[in-house]
């Protein structure tokens, strides 16, 4: 039984309600250091919500949040700011600042958060754009100049920034092929296993769920489900045999297994 110092995100008995609508009623996750958790679920099961709930963007109407061990409502900001400063989100399609290069992107949290000389952001930026397999020129193209994997690259290269241990990803192969897509699981491995990062992925890939993530979370019922991909598999409700046993799961499993 993992003790409570092993979790780095606790969320229990959330309740979040927009006006009449209950999205998530008495939701407890417990989410270890350093692993992958999946998190899927239907549309409108609040799988948005949840993450927002945990970064403290937006607070339930009941239950209580800690990210490694702090309060992400914390009303003092000076505490609030350094909690966030320990986590990188990647949103999709990067959403980065179109405008600004690559390299501009990432020396953004590194302004904000630092003092450090403007020499050591710079190199600071170039580091990151190298961890995550883009190459040098990268630094000076504007994200309109990449391709859908390259944007998606350099914005795990800005929510790694600031050396967080924790990464948020917010479908992170969403829209890219299939090679793309494996290439970008296998970053999020090595990265995860070099850097000693947890990880919460919003995601409906299925090869991701199959090849990467330790365990899976699935919103049901307005409350999670939380198993490995064979304990959820082997359960007996509607939503998670249409969605594990279908052809695209077993296109997954297929793909695995001739790797």
């Known amino acids: 039984m993992a003790g409570q110092q092993d979790f780095v995100i606790q969320a229990h008995g959330i309740r979040s309600?927009?006006?009449?609508?209950?999205?998530?009623?008495?939701?407890?996750?417990?989410?270890k250091r350093g692993e992958v958790m999946g998190?899927?679920?239907?549309?409108?099961?609040?799988k948005s919500v949840l993450v927002n709930t945990i970064?403290?963007?937006?607070?339930?109407?009941?239950?209580?949040?800690?990210?490694l061990g702090r309060d992400p409502?914390?009303?003092?900001?000076?505490?609030?700011?350094?909690?966030?400063?320990?986590?990188?989100?990647?949103?999709?399609?990067?959403?980065?600042?179109s405008g600004l290069s690559v390299s501009e992107n990432i020396q953004v949290p590194l302004r904000e958060n630092t003092?450090?000389?403007?020499?050591?952001?710079?190199q600071i930026a170039r580091a990151k754009i190298a961890m995550v397999g883009l190459?040098?020129?990268?630094?000076?193209?504007?994200p309109s100049e990449l391709s859908g994997g390259m944007r998606k690259r350099a914005g795990l290269a800005r929510a790694l920034?600031?050396?967080?241990?924790?990464?948020?990803?917010?479908?992170?192969?969403?829209?890219?092929?299939?090679?793309?897509?494996?290439?970008?699981?296998?970053?999020?491995e090595s990265l995860r296993k070099s850097l000693n990062l947890t990880v919460l992925m919003v995601t409906h890939d299925l090869d991701s769920l199959n090849t990467i993530c330790d365990r899976i979370s699935v919103l049901l019922n307005k409350k999670v489900t939380v198993g490995t991909m064979d304990q959820l598999m082997a359960m007996d409700d509607p939503w998670l045999?249409?969605?594990?046993?279908?052809?695209?799961?077993?296109?997954?499993?297929?793909?695995?297994?001739?790797?």
């Open 115 to 122: 003092k450090l000389p403007q020499s050591l952001i710079e």
């Open 73 to 97: 409502y914390d009303p003092d900001p000076v505490r609030r700011r350094d909690l966030q400063k320990r986590w990188g989100v990647l949103f999709q399609d990067g959403a980065l600042f």
């Open 241 to 259: 045999r249409a969605y594990f046993h279908g052809p695209r799961m077993r296109a997954a499993q297929h793909a695995e297994q001739g790797a």
């Open 161 to 188: 920034a600031m050396d967080p241990e924790i990464l948020f990803l917010d479908e992170p192969t969403a829209g890219l092929d299939p090679i793309g897509a494996s290439s970008f699981d296998d970053l999020i």
């Open 39 to 46: 998190l899927v679920g239907g549309s409108g099961t609040g």
């Open 55 to 67: 970064v403290g963007l937006r607070k339930p109407q009941a239950g209580t949040v800690r990210v």
């Open 135 to 142: 190459q040098p020129d990268a630094c000076n193209k504007l």
């Open 17 to 31: 309600q927009f006006g009449e609508t209950v999205v998530h009623d008495g939701l407890n996750l417990d989410v």
